[in-house]
DNA sequence: CCCCCATATATGGATATTGCCTATATAGAA
DNA sequence: TTCTATATAGGCAATATCCATATATGGGGG
């Protein structure tokens, strides 16, 4: 896949669906990185995201001007860089929406045509 | 840009759903490589799929077991290396269906959590 | 005081995948 | 002969993720 790993051979995992749910973590809660780490590792049991992942996600919206940051002292340990979205980055979120969207269908699509063929008998012949 | 386009910057398109897609079309009716591009391209109007991907994932499953080729001879044009699915690319393929249902309900979980959002007003502030 | 651990951010290298371009080859039509 | 359709395939550039590693702060235990 995109690279790395990817030797599952069939499926997207979350690959290209970080960017747009980091968006809408930070729109629910503007926060920083190790907090969105975690939030995203809550909600996705079993499904663990790379630390490195994230944070090349934040700098690289940033950069496309979907995020904003600004550092914070925390009450202990390291600074944290917070992260706000932009409009911008609100306008990428829905068009992320979209696009899943139409995915969602192209799934589901495929996915009947497979049980038509399951239903058929064409599959079980082990 | 040049791999994987993805200048969107969220989605897949049909990224990793190729293997999987061939796979189907193989088992349905096993064929050429000339003629899966086109019915792939019948099949999802609007999203040409590039015919070295097609080949070179059809070449990539063979090394894997999961197809099998074999020289035609055509009564007009070049001769074509005709496809068929093995009982290890059937297995394969249910297991891609198993992962793909699990992709679709992580998207639909994501459209729910972003509708929620949306209908409380966060967004449609501009 | 020193070491370890949790917190916190970030980069470099390896690997994988795809889009674009190009190369090769056969055979019928103009 | 040249053009087009059929048919397969590889090189190159771009991109994305994983894995490992680097850096840094501050609290607790010895």
Chains 1, 2 share one sequence.
Not at 2 to 31: C, F, H, W, Y
Not at 33 to 42: D, K, M, P, T, V
Not at 60 to 80: D, I, N, T
Request: proline share 3%.
């Amino acid at each position: 896949m995109a690279a790395g790993k990817t030797e599952n051979g069939a499926g997207v995992s979350l690959d290209r669906m970080i960017q747009p749910m980091l968006l809408l973590l930070i729109l629910k809660k503007p926060t920083h990185g190790y907090e969105l780490i975690q939030s995203f590792n809550a909600l996705h049991e079993g499904e663990i995201v790379e630390p490195g992942t994230i944070y090349r996600n934040l700098r690289r919206m940033e950069k496309e001007g979907f995020v904003l940051s600004s550092w914070e002292a925390a009450e202990s340990g390291p600074a944290r860089r917070k992260y706000a979205i932009t409009g911008e980055g609100i306008k990428a979120l829905q068009e992320a929406m979209l696009k899943l969207k139409q995915q969602k269908r192209q799934i589901e699509d495929f996915l009947t045509e497979y049980d038509i063929l399951a239903t058929r008998g064409s599959i079980n012949e082990n």
